[in-house]
Nanobody, 132 residues
Framework: QVRLVESGGGSVEAGGSLTLSCAAS????????MGWFRQAPGKEREGVAL????????YYADSVKGRATISRDHFKNTIYLQMNSLKTEDSAMYYC?????????????????????????WGKGTSVTVSS
């Protein structure tokens, strides 16, 4: 049993920054791939950034590469997504998700898709709105 709770969303002007947090509780030692997805109204859910907990390898969508950083605090059972130079296109509901098995390739697979076939547990989401 793993529960994920996101926080840190809100409204920010374009060019600004936000840091999202995802607190995990339960049998967190079983998590393998964790990360962030987002979905804007009328669009498909897309992967944003993921981290493979085995070796801390990170994976980023091209749309946020260079502007986003995913990190993990093992002792706090929390992962973070720092986003800089935010664009209006970044506005979306951001979801934290975790997978409990599989090789590191599952992270890249989830990143390319929406994560439905890879991730096992999802948080409720936190909304990010970027205005001009």
């Amino acid at each position: 049993q793993v529960r994920l709770v996101e926080s840190g969303g809100g409204s920010v002007e374009a060019g600004g920054s936000l840091t999202l947090s995802c607190a995990a509780s339960g049998y967190t030692y079983s998590t393998n791939c964790m990360g962030w997805f987002r979905q804007a109204p009328g669009k498909e859910r897309e992967g944003v950034a993921l981290i493979y907990t085995g070796d801390s390898s990170t994976y980023y969508a091209d749309s946020v590469k260079g502007r986003a950083t995913i990190s993990r605090d093992h002792f706090k059972n929390t992962i973070y997504l720092q986003m800089n130079s935010l664009k209006t296109e970044d506005s979306a509901m951001y979801y934290c998700a975790a997978a409990f098995s599989g090789p590191s390739s599952q992270c890249s697979t989830a990143l390319r898709g929406g994560g439905d076939d890879v991730m096992d547990t999802w948080g409720k989401g936190t909304s990010v709105t970027v205005s001009s």
